[in-house]
C-alpha cells in the first residue's frame, strides 16, 4: 500500500470528507449504543430531532454553536500558522473573566459602547495568554502544545480563585460565581424567548473577517507561507517570529472573544461550569472545516448539534449523554483519515 | 525553618512522595518509550485515564487486582495502536492525532462508567492493593524501612519498569532497534529494519506502561474512579520526559524531585492555613512543569525524528 499526492483535489471530495468523516463516526458508535440496550435508529432519530427539529431545538444549537465557531477559528487561525494552540479554554476563561471584570460595573458606558469595550478587554485577555507560550516556542523552542495544554489547568484553578475570592458575588448566597454583568454590557436576544442572542451574529462577522485576513491580506499570506514552509518563508523575507506572535495574538483573542460572548450573552455572570470543554471542541471543528474559516461556521453547528441532540438522546433511550463527546472524538479522528484521503490517493502496490 | 526540617526527615514525607511519584514515573515511561521511537503521544492523558476507568472496572466486575492491572495495560495497548496506525503508517499530525485519541479514550471511558453505574452519586469502592507492610523484608530494612512498608506492590513494578525500560533501551538490540527509528530512521530501513513495525510496538509498550500508571491511582493510591481524576498528570508527563532528556533513571529522578515539591506544598499548605489561597498551590505542579521545560529547553536533545513520519523510498 503506498500513498500518492493528488494533483489536483475536486470540490465536491473536498467537501465529502467531512461529511463522510461524521457518518464514520455515527456508524461506529452504533455499537455502543446497541451495548446499552437502545434501538440505535430511534436513538439517532431522537438525536437529530434534537438538535435540528423544532424551533426551540434550532435555537439552542444555535446557542451552543456560537462559542464553538469562535474557538473552531482560534484553533484554525494557529493551525494554519503551525502553532499549535491546544490551549482554547484557558483562554476561554480568562476572556470570560476579563468580560465580567471590565463589565460587571467598574465602568460605564452606554451600550454600543460597552460592549465593544468588554470585548476588545477579553480578547486582549486571551490574546496576551497565548503569547506566552508564543514567545516560549519561537525564542527557546519550546512545545506550544504542552504550554498551552499546562496553562489550561493552571488558568482554570485562577479563575476559581478569583471567583472564591476578590471576585466572587457577595449576593451569590456563597456560590463561587463572579457579579453579573451589567445590563448595557448584556448582548440583546436575537429570538424572544430563547436563549439565542447577538453573539451569533458576532461570531458569524468574526468567521468572514479571520476569511478576508487568511485569503486577501498580506498577513494571511504570511500566515500561509509560516504554515507550509518556515525556512522559506525566511528566505523570501517573511518575518517567521513576528508572524507567529501576531497569529498568537489574533488565535487567543478569538477564544477570549467567545469566553465574553458567553457571559455577556448566555450566562450573565462566570461560573467554574461555564463550558464543557469548547475550547477542546474548537479543534475538532477547526479540522473539520479544514482550518477554513467559512467552514467552521458549519463545523461548529454540526458539533453543537450533536452536543444539543446526545441530551434530548439521553432523556428519551437512557443513553449516557457522554456519547456526544465519543462522537465529536471519533469525527474529528475519522476527519484526520479522510483529509489524507483527499490529499493522497491511496494505490494498493 | 524547624518546621521544614521536621517535614523534610519525617517517613510520612517521603512515602508520600513515592506514591506521587508512581503514576508519574510510569507515564513519563510509557511516553520516554514512544518518543525514543520518534512519536509523540498525546493520547497519554486519555490512555490514563482508559486505563484507571479499565482497572477498575476489571476488579468492580469481580477480577483479581493483577487482572485489572494485566486488561488496563491491553486497553492501553489497544489505543496505543490507534494512535500509531495514524500517525505511522499514514504519517498524520501527532500533535493532533494524540489530542483526538486523548479525547476519545477519555469519553470513552466516562461513557462506559456511565453506561455500567448509571445512578452512582457516590462512586463505588474496591479493595485497592494493600502497603506491602513492616513484616515484609523491605519493610524491615532500617532507616528507609518505615518508607518502603507503605508501598504498594504498583510502586515496586514502577521502580523495577524503570530498570527494565532502562536494560532494554541501552543494552538489548531491541532496544538499539527503537532508538535507531527514533534518531534515524532512513538509516535503520537501511539495515533492513521495520520501521513502521518498531515504531507501532514501541508506541503499544509505551502506553501500556501509561495505562498502567493510570490503574495505580484507582487501584492503589484510591479506591474508586473519579471523572477528570487523571487531572493533566499526563501532560506532566509529557514535560518531565523533556526535563529527563529521554533517559529513564532520570526520568526517575524527575517523578522524585516532582512528587518532593507536591508533597511539600501539601504539607506547607496545612501549616500555612488559609493565608495563601489553595489554589496557589494547587498550580504549582503545572507551573513546575513549564519551568522545567524552559530551564531544559537550550539543553533538550530531541531524538532527531521525533514527530518525522517515515514513508520508505522517500527521501
Not at chain 1, 501576531?246 to 467554574?272: D, F, K, N, P, Q
Not at chain 1, 456526544?324 to 484526520?336: G, I, K, R
Amino acid at each position: 500500500m503506498r500513498l500518492e499526492a493528488r494533483t489536483a483535489v475536486p470540490l465536491w471530495l473536498t467537501l465529502a470528507a467531512p461529511a463522510g468523516a461524521v457518518l464514520t463516526a455515527f456508524v461506529l458508535c452504533a455499537g455502543l449504543i446497541a451495548w446499552s440496550g437502545a434501538p440505535v435508529l430511534e436513538a439517532y432519530g431522537r438525536l437529530l430531532a434534537g438538535a435540528f427539529g423544532s424551533r426551540f431545538a434550532l435555537t439552542e444549537t444555535l446557542t451552543r454553536a456560537t462559542p464553538l465557531i469562535l474557538t473552531g477559528l482560534a484553533a484554525a487561525v494557529a493551525f494554519r500558522a503551525k502553532l499549535w494552540n491546544i490551549g482554547g479554554e484557558g483562554q476561554l476563561y480568562l476572556g470570560a473573566l476579563a468580560a465580567v471584570a471590565v463589565g460587571s460595573g467598574v465602568i460605564s458606558l452606554p451600550a454600543p459602547l460597552l460592549i465593544p469595550v468588554v470585548m476588545l478587554v477579553a480578547m486582549a485577555a486571551g490574546g496576551l495568554l497565548l503569547l506566552g507560550p508564543a514567545f516560549l516556542k519561537t525564542r527557546l523552542g519550546v512545545d506550544e502544545v504542552v504550554t498551552t495544554l499546562l496553562l489550561n489547568f493552571i488558568v482554570l484553578l485562577f479563575v476559581s480563585m478569583m471567583l472564591e475570592g476578590p471576585m466572587k458575588d457577595p449576593m451569590a448566597m456563597g456560590w463561587p460565581q463572579s457579579a453579573p454583568v451589567v445590563s448595557d454590557a448584556e448582548l440583546p436576544r436575537l429570538v424572544p424567548r430563547t436563549r439565542l442572542h447577538l453573539g451569533l451574529v458576532i461570531a458569524v462577522l468574526a468567521a468572514v473577517a479571520v476569511w478576508v485576513i487568511k485569503s486577501r491580506t498580506v498577513f494571511g499570506y504570511e500566515i500561509r507561507s509560516v504554515g507550509s514552509n518556515p525556512r522559506a518563508a525566511a528566505f523570501a523575507g517573511v518575518p517567521v517570529n513576528w508572524v507567529v506572535l501576531r497569529v498568537a495574538l489574533l488565535s487567543g483573542g478569538l477564544a477570549g472573544l467567545a469566553g465574553a460572548s458567553e457571559v455577556m450573552g448566555r450566562t450573565g455572570y462566570l461560573t467554574l461550569d461555564m463550558s464543557p470543554g469548547y475550547g477542546y471542541g474548537g479543534i475538532v471543528i477547526a479540522m473539520l472545516a479544514q482550518l477554513n474559516p467559512l467552514g467552521c461556521i458549519a463545523a461548529a453547528l454540526l458539533v453543537a448539534g450533536v452536543f444539543v441532540g446526545a441530551d434530548a438522546m439521553s432523556r428519551a433511550v437512557a443513553v449516557p449523554n457522554y456519547i456526544a463527546d465519543v462522537l465529536v472524538a471519533a469525527s474529528l479522528l475519522c476527519m484526520l483519515v479522510g483529509m489524507l484521503l483527499v490529499r493522497y490517493r491511496l494505490r494498493w502496490r | 525553618m524547624d518546621i521544614f526540617l521536621d517535614i523534610l526527615i519525617s517517613a510520612s514525607l517521603w512515602a508520600t512522595v513515592l506514591r506521587i511519584a508512581t503514576p508519574l514515573i510510569l507515564g513519563t515511561l510509557g511516553e520516554l518509550v514512544c518518543e525514543r521511537a520518534g512519536v509523540l503521544n498525546l493520547g497519554i492523558e486519555g490512555i490514563m485515564t482508559l486505563g484507571a476507568m479499565v482497572g477498575w472496572m476489571t476488579v468492580y466486575q469481580g477480577g483479581d487486582l493483577w487482572t485489572g492491572v494485566l486488561v488496563a495495560a491491553l486497553a492501553g495497548m489497544l489505543a496505543g495502536l490507534l494512535h500509531a496506525a495514524l500517525t505511522v503508517p499514514l504519517g498524520l499530525s501527532q500533535h493532533v492525532t494524540g489530542i483526538g485519541v486523548t479525547l476519545l479514550a477519555t469519553s470513552l471511558s466516562y461513557y462506559t462508567y456511565r453506561l455500567v453505574l448509571p445512578q452512582a452519586t457516590t462512586p463505588p469502592t474496591v479493595t485497592p492493593f494493600q502497603p506491602i507492610g513492616d513484616g515484609s523484608l523491605l519493610g524491615s530494612l532500617p532507616v528507609i524501612g518505615p518508607v518502603l512498608a507503605q508501598q504498594t506492590p504498583l510502586t515496586y513494578f514502577a521502580l523495577a519498569a524503570v530498570v527494565v525500560v532502562a536494560w532494554v533501551l541501552h543494552r538489548t538490540p531491541v532496544g538499539l532497534a527503537v532508538r535507531m527509528v527514533g534518531e534515524n530512521p532512513a538509516a535503520a530501513d537501511a539495515q533492513g529494519l521495520n520501521v513502521t513495525g518498531v515504531r507501532i510496538g514501541a508506541v503499544m509498550a509505551g502506553s501500556a506502561l501509561m495505562a498502567v500508571g493510570g490503574a495505580f491511582l484507582t487501584l492503589s493510591a484510591f479506591n474508586a474512579f473519579f471523572f477528570n481524576m487523571i487531572n493533566g498528570r499526563g501532560w506532566i508527563c509529557i514535560a518531565l520526559v523533556v526535563f529527563a532528556s529521554w533517559r529513564p533513571g532520570k526520568a526517575l529522578l524527575g517523578a522524585l524531585l516532582f512528587a518532593l515539591f507536591d508533597a511539600l506544598q501539601t504539607r506547607l499548605q496545612q501549616v500555612s492555613g488559609a493565608a495563601i489561597p489553595y489554589q496557589i498551590y494547587l498550580m504549582m505542579p503545572y507551573v513546575l512543569s513549564i519551568v522545567a521545560l524552559i530551564v531544559m529547553s537550550r539543553r533538550a536533545a530531541y531524538p532527531r525524528a521525533l514527530m518525522v513520519p517515515f514513508r520508505k523510498g522517500e527521501r
